[in-house]
């Protein structure tokens, strides 16, 4: 009965394509930035209480870009991200550490064509921000 139940798992491992290589890369659990980084300051974490939460672990408009957890696979585009033991700006006055960032190049083998270095974020984030700027007017009026 095991012998049968292995080969049955083990046909389950390949893609369409009959590639084994494909499926598992695919399948492979994909980490967040603080699960990589391990700054702890991810809603629960140890350094939110002295540090508050990183806004990568708790902006919602980057669910799912890169497959992460809130921003947690695009930090390099959320502002106020915790790395290399102090709060990073801006966007754009972090991006060039960002570039050189160990866990920026691990997503982007991860995902390979599909890796989305910021456009999708940035979009959706201009996006939210112009909704809550347009409800701010149509209050005024």
Do not use: H
Request: aromatic fraction near 12%.
């Amino acid at each position: 009965m095991v012998f049968y139940v292995k080969i049955l798992i083990e046909t389950f491992k390949y893609d369409e394509k009959g590639s084994k290589d494909n499926y598992m890369a695919d399948k492979r659990v994909k980490k967040n930035c603080w699960e990589v980084m391990k700054c702890d300051r991810e809603p629960g974490g140890t350094n939110v209480k002295d540090l508050g939460a990183c806004s990568a672990s708790v902006e919602k408009c980057f669910e799912g870009v890169n497959d992460g957890k809130n921003g947690g696979r695009c930090c390099w585009v959320a502002a106020g991200t915790f790395c290399k033991g102090e709060v990073q700006g801006t966007y754009s006055n972090k991006l060039m550490d960002c570039y050189k960032c160990e866990f920026l190049q691990l997503v982007r083998e991860e995902e390979g064509e599909k890796f989305s270095f910021l456009y999708e974020g940035i979009k959706k984030l201009e996006v939210d921000s112009y909704n809550e700027k347009s409800k701010d007017k149509e209050k005024d009026i």
